[in-house]
């Protein structure tokens, strides 16, 4: 501007204009300084809250940070753990599955285990084996001794609560029924003994490598035989001496015994004791 050009009281003007801006500028900087005084308390008193919130934040993610890793340990040391655990149970579980093979076996052995009614032991078993070969000798004679009539047959217990499998029973051929054994006279009753023990030494015979028993002795009995079973009886003692091949004894007082048998001692009972008297043919 052209500052010649100014009169007096253009510069008054000026003057006053100036002073106000002054004013003005006095006022809006003690505005700013209020303001920024205002703003930097609550700035650190908002960062202080803001770092404590920070300090606490820090220190409790330190804490769960420390609770996760330990967990994670924990959970994997009780992985291990289970895994052992579950590995000892295969294990026992097959174990468990051979011992009950091996229970199952040894029930049977010893005929816990009730199958058709019957408890047979392994034993048992084994011997019925043999039992139905003494059988099947034993009938050769037991059915001549009878005419044919009876036959010795494997039978059942009728008590269930013992062991079975050598249980025997006779078949009526005449009427085609099987009873018990008990059933037969006493005269059959020797019969059959008779005939198993027969069946027995022939069967003994076979399994020992062809070993003879040359000698078989028999204990009364023939006093409960009628007059045709004592005779068939005899007959079948004569056969078993096989041409004097094997020695047959017997023990009997039965008249028709001793008249039936030419070699014999005969004991006598006598006031002064008991002689004896060898008879031979």
């Known amino acids: 501007p052209d500052f010649n050009l100014l009169t007096e009281d253009s510069i008054k003007e000026l003057k006053r204009e100036a002073e106000t801006f002054t004013d003005s500028l006095k006022k ?34 330190e804490k769960w940070d420390n609770l996760y890793t330990a967990g994670d340990r924990s959970l994997h040391n009780n992985q291990n753990i289970y895994n052992s655990v579950e590995k ?7 174990k468990l599955r051979v011992a009950d093979v091996y229970e199952n076996l040894k029930k049977t052995a010893n005929g816990e285990i009730v199958s058709d009614n019957s408890k047979i032991t392994f034993e048992r078993y084994i011997m019925g084996s043999y039992f139905e070969q003494v059988l099947y000798y034993a009938n050769l004679r037991f059915s001549k001794m009878t005419g044919g009539r009876y036959e010795i047959v494997r039978g059942e217990s009728r008590d269930k609560r013992i062991s079975a499998g050598l249980e025997i029973s006779v078949r009526d051929n ?10 037969l006279s006493g005269g059959e009753s020797f019969q059959a003994s008779l ?19 040359d ?43 001793k008249n039936s ?20 043919d």
């Open 28 to 61: 809006s900087r003690a505005t700013v300084e209020a303001c920024e005084k205002s703003v930097e308390g609550k700035q650190r008193e908002d960062v202080l809250k803001i770092n404590e919130l920070i300090d606490s934040y820090t220190s409790e993610k």
């Open 88 to 94: 000892l149970k295969n294990d026992f579980e097959e």
């Open 174 to 183: 005449f009427n085609n029924k099987e009873r018990d054994i008990s059933s």
């Open 195 to 213: 005939a198993l023990a027969l069946g027995l030494s022939d069967i003994i015979q076979q399994r020992n490598g062809g070993i003879r028993l």
């Open 215 to 257: 000698s078989i002795f028999i204990d009364e009995g023939f006093g409960s035989l009628d007059n045709d079973s004592l005779a068939s009886a005899i007959e079948t003692l004569n056969d078993l001496t096989g041409n004097g091949n094997r020695l047959v004894g017997i023990i009997s007082h039965i008249s028709e015994l």
């Open 261 to 280: 048998i030419g070699n014999k001692i005969e004991v006598v009972g006598t006031k002064s004791g008991s002689s004896i008297k060898i008879i031979t």
